[in-house]
């Protein structure tokens, strides 16, 4: 009994003792926790419970040379809902979709089987994307509990396809991918700020007062040398250079020689930046600057002022080239287009002879020829602010072949980027000083403080001066009623310039397949604009000077009727005294718009039809009319407006307003919910945005006008 009840107490002892160890464990873990461990237990919490959002800071805006905005930040909206939340109802779900149809244009029916067809556990189902803040605010105001609304910020490019391939894109990181966008990345994205939150146990996020917070830096704006109004020329005609003659593609460049400032840099076809996935990768390609090629006779001018400068040639000397236009150096046949005969060393650069061109180049000594190629910017980056150039290439003398020289003469064995061509030509204009060419003139900050401004960078010198001024002559005969530039003529304007045609080589052989191009400058006294226009593969024949030429003859014109100094210098002795005029766009326009314009501008027109807007004109828009010939109006009986179905609300379609008079574009464009700013008087000649793009309502059109056509302005300096 005694050793029954002694196990007993023995056990009891043992649970009370147990029993004690516990609090006293507690105790010592308290005061472990709380004074030996504390401060790095709490460090630790502290890094759990708080974290770190970045604060976005804002792109910097691209600008063209005017202050016209050209790429700039854009707020959207993303609407999703929660439709398991504690107190929808379905009154309210189909309140919701029926709001986001009124602001979409979508059925109702469409947002409520994204939502009825959602998983059974969903709690998040996006219904719109993309959306503006008025549709937000729209949404918001029903008040309905799981209504999820969240920011996005993107790119926004003011005006589409313009200037696309100079200004490029970014992607979802807004880091900028191509163009101008990715070479002053740094410049415009800025540096992001910091905030600090809290999580709660359930890994929510909230905000609370007095939390450290840096500002984020806003990305510094660019002001490019982009000329938007001649942009706009440059892709109009363009584009439909390259629809006419079926080409793969078409390059153009347009630069001030002097300073080497880009005006204008276009690639048809082209891409929207706003959505540059939605276009094919080669679309996205900037061939003014990254495709490397065989530049063809445009290459002539280094052989011409290499032989000139080393008088290796005469200018009255007397080119004998055979009769069937071929000859044969060291066992390959060179060609010229057509049998040439003989010909001045004028000529020879006037009907681009390659046969002669060989024989002249043969003379030079090859490193001397090497030398000058290299001065004028071939096989070396132009160094131009734009991502993606290439170099273009060009072997070293004691690595070319013996028929090296004679080919290189004419633009092959060597490769070459359309800027590097339009350098070498603005260098030639500029009395043979190069400047590097450049896009964007400077940098500021958000208060509009200048941060870095260009200067203009003179390379070198590519040949004397009296060189240049002997050489002008031949290259400006090149564009003449003889030369193979004879479609680039516009009357009136001196131009000199060349004309390029080179095969293609596919698979490493030369093909039937060109590249024609032309490249030149205006006005000879005291040019301003160099242009260059390439087409890959035109039909149904590649030559440059009947391909390209007429393209580089429009743009010509047209920058013409924008620059009021050019109009000053147009050469009137050759000019026809006849009196004439060219035809306006009438189309679409109400017959009383159409004879408005047609009775300001002396032109006799008959009518078909009762009543309504112009269907069809004879002649087209631009055909020169001669005084006392009439212009055939077709009508469409009743007046019918533009069909708007394809035209998102609270956007118009931009008219045709050349050819119209000043008060009468104003209220076409007063009809249509837009605003204009006119510049000058009396009749439209230049329009910005072009006709066919898209504006918002409210948003402002610029139109130029000038009181007389520009043959009108020539004809009444001749009559004095």
């Keep these: 009994m005694t050793e029954h009840r ?31 461990e504390g401060e790095g237990l709490r460090e630790l919490w502290s890094q759990q419970a708080i974290d770190y959002i970045s604060i976005p800071a804002q792109r910097g805006n691209i600008y063209d040379q005017n202050g016209t905005l050209l790429a700039t930040n854009a707020t959207d909206y993303q609407i999703a809902v929660d439709p398991k939340i504690d107190g929808i109802t379905r009154d309210q779900l189909i309140q919701l979709t029926k709001k986001m149809a009124e602001v979409t244009n979508q059925p109702s029916s469409f947002y409520l089987n994204k939502i009825d067809s959602a998983p059974k556990r969903s709690r998040y189902v996006v219904l719109g994307k993309n959306l503006s803040g008025i549709a937000k605010d729209e949404i918001k105001a029903l ?200 010909m001045d060393f004028a000529g020879v650069m006037r009907q681009s002879s390659n046969v002669a061109t060989a024989e002249i180049a043969m003379r030079l000594d090859k490193d001397k020829f090497y030398q000058y190629a290299r001065n004028m910017g071939f096989g070396t980056p132009s160094y131009v602010d734009i991502a993606g150039e290439e170099s273009g290439r060009m072997a070293k003398p004691y690595e070319w072949s013996l028929v090296s020289l004679p080919w290189m003469s004419h633009g092959y064995e060597l490769l070459a980027t359309p800027i590097q061509v339009a350098q070498a030509y603005a260098a030639f204009a500029n009395d043979g000083l190069m400047m590097r060419p450049y896009i964007v003139n400077r940098i500021e900050d958000k208060q509009g403080n200048i941060l870095d401004e260009h200067v203009p960078v003179e390379i070198r010198r590519i040949a004397k001066k009296k060189t240049l001024d002997a050489l002008l002559p031949v290259f400006e005969s090149v564009v003449s009623d003889s030369g193979t530039g004879e479609f680039a003529q516009v009357d009136g304007l001196s131009i000199a310039g060349k004309t390029g045609t080179a095969k293609k080589v596919v698979n490493g052989r030369y093909t039937n397949k060109y590249r ?101 004109q004879q002649p087209i828009a631009g055909t020169k009319i001669l005084a006392g010939q009439e212009l055939l109006l077709t009508l469409s009986e009743t007046y019918t407006p533009i069909d708007s179905a394809s035209i998102k609300e609270g956007l118009a379609e931009i008219p045709d307003l050349r050819g119209m008079s000043m008060r009468s574009a104003s209220n076409l464009l007063t009809s249509l919910g837009l605003k204009s700013t006119m510049i000058g008087s009396g009749t439209v000649f230049a329009q910005f945005p072009k006709a066919g793009e898209l504006m918002r309502k409210g948003n402002e059109v610029t139109i130029r006008g000038k009181a007389k056509s520009l043959e009108s302005v020539t004809e009444a300096r001749r009559e004095k």
């Design 6 to 36: 002694t196990a007993i107490l023995s056990r009891m002892f043992i649970v009370l003792g147990l029993l004690f160890l516990l609090p006293c464990a507690l105790a010592f873990q308290l005061f472990r926790i709380n004074y030996v």
């Design 143 to 342: 008040g309905i509990r799981g209504v999820i609304i969240e920011e996005n910020f993107r790119r926004k490019y003011t005006f589409g396809t313009l200037a696309a391939h100079s200004l490029g894109f970014v992607n979802h990181n807004m880091d900028g991918r191509t163009g101008i966008e990715s070479f002053y990345n740094t410049e415009l994205k800025g540096e992001d700020g910091v905030r600090q939150v809290r999580k709660d146990p359930f890994n929510r996020i909230f905000e609370y007062v007095g939390a450290p917070k840096k500002l984020p830096q806003d990305g510094y704006s660019l002001h490019t040398t982009i000329d938007a109004y001649i942009q706009a020329i440059l892709e109009d005609e363009l584009k439909a250079g390259v629809e006419k003659h079926q080409a793969n593609y078409g390059t153009g460049i347009i630069l001030d020689p002097k300073t080497g400032a880009i005006k204008a840099l276009a690639n048809y076809p082209t891409f929207d930046p706003n959505f540059p996935g939605n276009d094919d990768d080669i679309n996205r390609r900037n061939f003014a600057v990254s495709d490397m090629i065989e530049p063809g006779s445009t290459f002539k001018l280094v052989t011409a002022i290499a032989a000139v400068e080393q008088n290796k040639v005469d200018f009255d000397e007397i080119f004998e080239t055979p009769e069937s236009g071929e000859v044969v150096i060291h066992g390959l046949t060179l060609r010229d287009h057509d049998p040439l005969g003989n």
């Design 516 to 616: 024609g191009s032309f490249v030149g400058f205006f006005p000879v006294e005291d040019p301003k604009y160099v242009c260059l226009i390439l087409l890959d593969e035109p039909k149904p024949v590649g030559y440059g000077g009947y391909t390209a030429g007429p393209i580089f003859r429009q743009i010509a014109t047209r920058i013409a009727g924008l620059d009021s100094d050019l109009q000053h210098q147009f050469n009137l002795e050759d000019n026809s005294s006849e009196n004439f005029a060219f035809t306006p766009f009438l189309e679409g326009l109400p017959v009383d718009q159409a004879e408005k314009i047609l009775s300001e501008l002396n032109i006799d027109f008959k009518i078909s039809g009762k009543d309504g807007i112009v269907v069809t």
